[in-house]
C-alpha cells in the first residue's frame, strides 16, 4: 500500500510536470491546450488518490531523492498531509477541466499554465517533504510560481502591486519560517523532520515557544491571518480566475499545514497559551475577514475576504485543538483537529467552485462588480445552480459540507467547560461567540453575493448580454458534487480524518466521533450528535412531499393568476433593485467606528433650490492594517536603509578601503 | 408616566361620540352656502355664477343650481351675495347619488323688485 | 373558462347587491387611500380619522396599505390621467366586494375640468358608490360617509333644502 501512495505520488509529480512542458511548449494552439489540462488533470487525480490512500491507509511512505541533506531531496509523505494532498488533487483535476475553456491560446497562456503546473508540483513536493531543506526550497519555489502566476496579466492596472504585496509578505513570512526551522535544527541537531518531531521533547521550553510563535507568523503569513493578510484581496482580484482558485483553495492551506505540523507533529504537546494565540488570532481573523467582505463590491476581492475568513475558522479549529490537548481533554483535541482538517478540505472545494465560477460571470457579464450584475439566473442557468451550491456549503446551511464542519467546531468549542481552567473556557467561549458572529455575518455576505448578481434585474448592459456558451461548466459541477459527497457522506470523511488525527496525535477517536447509524458526536457521547446523511434524507422528503401534494392536486384546485400587485407602478426599471451597497447597509452602519469610513458627498449646490442634479456618494473603508501597521513599519525600515546609504556612496575608493580593512580584520583574527 | 396617565383620567375621554351625537364646535366649519330666495334676483345670480371659483353655482332660467359636490366653502358667494347669501353650517352631505347634490334655488327676489319693494 | 365567466359576472354585480353585501362589512371594513393627484389636505383628514379624537377604530373600520385585503377604496383628488394606470390598477387589485368613496371637491369634479391632463371626477373613471363633498370634508363628514356606505347612517343631503325662505308665501 505504502508503495502504491510514493508510486501515485511519483505519477502525480510527472504528470504535472508533463504538463507544465507540454503546455509551456505547446499551448499556443487548442490542442496544445487540452492536452496540457488533461496531464495536469491526470496529476490531479493521481494525487487526489495518493491522498485518499494515505487517510486510509494510517501509514506514511519515505521517497529518496538524489544523495545527502543539501544535494538531494528527501520525500516523506506523512498522513498529516493527507487532507491537503487530496485538495491539491481535487483542485488539479477542477482547474484542468475549467482551464481549456477559460484560458485563451496564446503565448501569455502558455507561459502562464506551465507556471501553474509547476507551482502544482512545488505544492506536492511541500506537502510531502520529509526534510527541512526539501522543505524550504519546496516552499520557496511555491512562492515563486504563485508570484509569476499572479503576474498573468501583467498589464493590467493593480496586477504588479497585487503581485509585489504577494511576494513581499511572502518573503517576510519565509523569512519567520526559515528562523522557526533554525532554531529547531540547531536545537535538534538533525535536518529530518520525523527525527525532529522525535527529538523536540528535549529542547528547551523557550526555544520551542520562540520557534512555534515564529512557525505561526511565517506562515500565517502564507494563511492570511489577520494581521498578515493584506496580500489576500490585492493579489486575488488580478490574477486569473483559475489563479485565484488555485491560491484561495490550495496555496493558503498550505499555510495551515504549517501551523499544524509545528503545532502537532514537529512541537506537540505545548503549553496552553500557544493554543490560545493560535485560537485568538483565528477568531480575529474571522471575524475582521468576514466584515470587510461584506464592505466589498468587486466579487473576487469579497471572496479573498472570505478566504480569510474561512482560514481564521479553521485556525481557531486548530488553537482549540492545541488547547484542549495542552489541559488534559485530548479527545476533544483530537476532535478539532480533524474539525480543521475537514473543514481545510471544504473550504478548498467551494471557495475553489466559487472563484473558478466568478471567472465565468466575469467573462460572461464583462464585469466583477456586484452593482453592474443581476438577473443572471436566466442567462447562466447552469452556472447558478452550481455557484448555489456551492454558496449554501460556504454559508454553513444543512445539510452541505460547510454545515457539517461548522458544526462540529461549535460543538468542540462548547465543551470548553471540560476544562479545569475557568479563565481558559471563558477565552473559548469568547472564541466560540466571535465565530458564531462570523457565521452569522456570512449568511448575510453570502445572500448579498449569490443575490445581487444571479437574481433581479440585471443592473447594467452587458449583464443583461450575458450567455453561458462556451463557458466552462464541467470543473466547477465536479467541485459541486464533491460539496455534496463531502457534506452527506462525511462519516465516510471523517473515518479517514480520524486516521489521519491518529498518526498525528496518537488518539484514536472512532468510536467518540460516529456511532452507528451514521451519527457524528463531538468526542463524548453525552453532549450531542448528529447524522449528516439522514438530515440530507430528510431534507429531501420534507421539500419533496409538499411538491408532490401540490402536483398531485393541481387538476382539481382551479385557480386563475391576476397580475401581481406591485403598488400601481407602469414598470420594473433596473434601479429600483437593492445594490450590494446598500444590502450590506445594516452591517455598514453597526461597525462604523471599525471600519472608519471615508464618506464624500458632491452635490452640484448647497442652496435648495439649486440642489437638482446628481449627487456623487463616495464611501471607501479605511485600511487600517495598511495604514497603521505595514505603512509605519516601512517607513521605519526606508528610513534604516536612508541612514545605511552612505555606505554605498559609489566611490570605488571606499570600497577598497572596506576591502582593505576586511583584510586586515581577517588577518588579525586568523592570525592570532 | 403616570403623570400622563392621571393627567388623562382627569381630564376624561376625548374621542367624539359621533354618530350618537354631533359636536357642537362644528357648527362653524366652512361649507357650502344656504340662500334666501326672496333676496336673490337674476343680478345677483348670475354675479354668482360668474364668481364662484370651483363652477358650483350656475343660474338656470328662474333658478340657481347649486351642486355641493363642486363647492369648496370658500365663502366668495357670501361675499358677493351680501344679504342673499349665508352660511347653511351643513357639512355632513354624503350620499350614494351623484345627482342628489344638487340643489335648486328658486329666483324670487326679482318678483319683489317687480312688486314695487 | 368558467373560472373567467364567474369573474365578469361579479364584477357586474348590481348597486343592490353591493350595497348589501357592504351591509356585511358594517362590522369590520378596511379601507384603503388612493391619491389620484389631490393637494394631499384630503389626506390629512383621511389620516386624522385614526387619531383618538375620532378613532374610527371603534367603529370597526381599519386602514390597510394593500388593495387585497382592502373592502372599500377612498379616492382623492381629480383623477389625474397621470395616474390612471395606478387607479386601475388599485381598483383591480381590490378583490370583490368592494365599493368605491370619492372624497373631496376636486373628487366630484369641482376646480378641475376635464381636460388633457385630468379627467376631473373620479365617477368618469370607477363606479363611485359615495360620494362625500367638501374641501377637506372634516373628519366627521368622512366618518359620516363611511357609515353611509356600509349602511349604518342614513343619508341626511336628500331631505337638504339650500333655500332658507322656502315655507314663505313668494
Known amino acids: 500500500m505504502s508503495h502504491a501512495i510514493g508510486a501515485l505520488a511519483i505519477v502525480a509529480a510527472a504528470g504535472w510536470l508533463a504538463a507544465a512542458g507540454v503546455a509551456g511548449l505547446g499551448a499556443m494552439r487548442r490542442p496544445g491546450l487540452r492536452v496540457g489540462a488533461l496531464l495536469s488533470g491526470a496529476g490531479g487525480a493521481a494525487a487526489a488518490t495518493c491522498g485518499v490512500l494515505l487517510a486510509v491507509h494510517g501509514g506514511g511512505t519515505t521517497v529518496q531523492l538524489g544523495a545527502g541533506p543539501v544535494g538531494g531531496a528527501v520525500f516523506e509523505i506523512e498522513p498529516l498531509a493527507a487532507p491537503f494532498i487530496l485538495l491539491l488533487g481535487l483542485v488539479a483535476v477542477a482547474i484542468a477541466l475549467y482551464a481549456p475553456r477559460y484560458h485563451e491560446p496564446g503565448q501569455g497562456t502558455a507561459l502562464y499554465l506551465a507556471v501553474y503546473n509547476l507551482a502544482l508540483l512545488a505544492s506536492l513536493a511541500v506537502l510531502a517533504a520529509g526534510n527541512v531543506v526539501t522543505f524550504l526550497v519546496a516552499w520557496e519555489s511555491m512562492a515563486l510560481f504563485c508570484y509569476l502566476l499572479i503576474l498573468r496579466h501583467h498589464r493590467r492596472a493593480g496586477v504588479a502591486q497585487g503581485a509585489f504585496l504577494f511576494v513581499a509578505l511572502s518573503e517576510i513570512g519565509f523569512l519567520m519560517i526559515v528562523l522557526a526551522f533554525a532554531i529547531l535544527v540547531t536545537q535538534t541537531g538533525t535536518l529530518d523532520l520525523a527525527t525532529i518531531a522525535e527529538r523536540s521533547a528535549h529542547v528547551h521550553a523557550g526555544w520551542r515557544s520562540a520557534a512555534y510563535a515564529l512557525a505561526l507568523c511565517g506562515f500565517g503569513f502564507k494563511a492570511g491571518l489577520v494581521p498578515f493578510h493584506i496580500w489576500l484581496p490585492a493579489a486575488h482580484p488580478v490574477a486569473p480566475a483559475d489563479g485565484s482558485a488555485f491560491l484561495s483553495g490550495l496555496i493558503i492551506k498550505l499555510g495551515v499545514y504549517g501551523i499544524a505540523l509545528f503545532g502537532f507533529t514537529l512541537l506537540p504537546g505545548g503549553p496552553g497559551w500557544w493554543g490560545l494565540l493560535t485560537m485568538g488570532l483565528g477568531a480575529i481573523s474571522a471575524v475582521l475577514g468576514i466584515l470587510y467582505a461584506l464592505m466589498e463590491r468587486d466579487l473576487k476581492r469579497f471572496l479573498a475576504y472570505s478566504s480569510i475568513e474561512n482560514i481564521g475558522i479553521i485556525v481557531t479549529a486548530l488553537g482549540a485543538g492545541m488547547t484542549f490537548t495542552a489541559y488534559g481533554q485530548r479527545a476533544i483535541g483530537a476532535f478539532l483537529l480533524i474539525v480543521a482538517l475537514y473543514h481545510s478540505i471544504n473550504h478548498g472545494t467551494y471557495k475553489t467552485l466559487l472563484f473558478l465560477e466568478a471567472g465565468v460571470i466575469e467573462h460572461a457579464a464583462g464585469t466583477r462588480d456586484l452593482d453592474r450584475l443581476g438577473g443572471l439566473i436566466r442567462r447562466l442557468p447552469r452556472t447558478a445552480v452550481i455557484c448555489l451550491i456551492g454558496t449554501v456549503a460556504i454559508a454553513a446551511l444543512p445539510p452541505l459540507n460547510g454545515f457539517v464542519s461548522e458544526w462540529m467546531l461549535f460543538q468542540g468549542l462548547f465543551q470548553g467547560f471540560r476544562i479545569s481552567s475557568h479563565l481558559v473556557g471563558i477565552l473559548i467561549v469568547i472564541a466560540g461567540a466571535l465565530i458564531a458572529l462570523t457565521g452569522g455575518l456570512a449568511i448575510n455576505a453570502f445572500a448579498r453575493a449569490y443575490g445581487i448578481p444571479f437574481l433581479g434585474m440585471p443592473r447594467s448592459g452587458p449583464a443583461a448580454g450575458a450567455s453561458e456558451f462556451r463557458q466552462p461548466v464541467a470543473g466547477p459541477a465536479l467541485l459541486a458534487g464533491a460539496c455534496v459527497f463531502l457534506g452527506i457522506g462525511a462519516p465516510l470523511v471523517l473515518t479517514a480524518l480520524d486516521r489521519v488525527a491518529r498518526s498525528a496525535t496518537g488518539l484514536d477517536i472512532r468510536s467518540e466521533l460516529l456511532v452507528p447509524k451514521l451519527t457524528v458526536i463531538p468526542a463524548h457521547t453525552d453532549f450531542s450528535g448528529f447524522s449528516p446523511t439522514y438530515l440530507a434524507l430528510f431534507m429531501v422528503a420534507i421539500t419533496a412531499v409538499p411538491i408532490l401534494i401540490f402536483l398531485a392536486g393541481r387538476p382539481l384546485a382551479r385557480s386563475r393568476r391576476p397580475p401581481v400587485w406591485d403598488g400601481g407602478i407602469l414598470s420594473f426599471k433596473p434601479r429600483m433593485q437593492y445594490t450590494a451597497t446598500t444590502h450590506a447597509n445594516p452591517v455598514r452602519v453597526t461597525f462604523e467606528p471599525l471600519y472608519r469610513p471615508s464618506v464624500h458627498v458632491e452635490r452640484a449646490s448647497d442652496d435648495p433650490a439649486g440642489r437638482s442634479g446628481p449627487v456623487h456618494y463616495r464611501f471607501q473603508v479605511t485600511p487600517i492594517f495598511d495604514r497603521y501597521l505595514y505603512r509605519p513599519l516601512t517607513r521605519f525600515v526606508r528610513a534604516l536603509a536612508e541612514f545605511a546609504r552612505p555606505i554605498q556612496s559609489g566611490d570605488v575608493n571606499l570600497y577598497l578601503f572596506y576591502v582593505f580593512v576586511v583584510v586586515l580584520i581577517a588577518y588579525a583574527v586568523y592570525a592570532t | ?117 | 373558462m368558467a373560472v373567467d365567466e364567474r369573474d365578469r359576472e361579479l364584477d357586474g354585480l348590481s348597486a343592490e347587491l353591493r350595497k348589501r353585501a357592504l351591509a356585511l362589512f358594517g362590522r369590520s371594513l378596511h379601507i384603503r387611500t388612493v391619491d389620484t393627484g389631490s393637494c394631499a389636505v384630503c389626506e390629512s383628514e383621511i389620516r386624522l380619522l385614526a387619531a383618538p379624537h375620532y378613532d374610527l377604530h371603534r367603529l370597526g373600520f381599519f386602514f390597510t396599505p394593500a388593495p387585497r385585503h382592502a373592502d372599500l377604496l377612498m379616492v382623492t383628488g381629480p383623477a389625474v390621467r397621470a395616474a390612471d394606470n395606478l387607479l386601475l390598477k388599485t381598483y383591480d387589485a381590490t378583490p370583490d366586494p368592494k365599493a368605491v368613496i370619492a372624497v373631496g371637491a376636486c373628487a366630484l369634479g369641482g376646480i378641475y375640468l376635464e381636460d388633457s391632463l385630468v379627467h376631473g371626477a373620479i365617477d368618469r373613471v370607477l363606479p363611485v358608490d359615495v360620494f362625500v363633498p367638501g374641501c377637506p370634508p372634516s373628519p366627521l363628514a368622512l366618518l359620516q360617509g363611511l357609515l353611509v356606505a356600509v349602511g349604518r347612517l342614513e343619508e341626511r343631503v336628500r331631505a337638504l333644502s339650500l333655500d332658507l325662505d322656502a315655507g314663505r308665501a313668494g
Open chain 2, 1 to 117: 408616566m403616570a403623570f400622563w396617565f392621571y393627567r388623562g383620567v382627569r381630564k376624561g375621554i376625548a374621542t367624539t361620540r359621533y354618530p350618537k351625537t354631533v359636536d357642537p364646535w362644528t357648527r362653524g366649519l366652512p361649507g357650502p352656502p344656504a340662500f334666501h330666495s326672496s333676496r336673490l334676483t337674476t343680478a345677483v345670480a348670475d354675479l354668482l355664477t360668474r364668481g364662484c371659483p370651483a363652477g358650483a353655482l350656475a343660474r338656470e332660467d328662474r333658478e340657481l343650481v347649486v351642486d355641493l359636490g363642486r363647492c369648496t366653502g370658500c365663502g366668495r358667494c357670501l361675499v358677493l351675495g351680501e344679504r342673499a347669501v349665508v352660511r347653511s353650517g351643513e357639512f355632513l352631505l354624503a350620499t350614494s347619488d351623484r345627482a342628489a347634490l344638487t340643489k335648486r334655488v328658486p329666483i324670487r327676489g326679482d318678483r319683489e323688485a317687480f312688486d314695487g319693494g
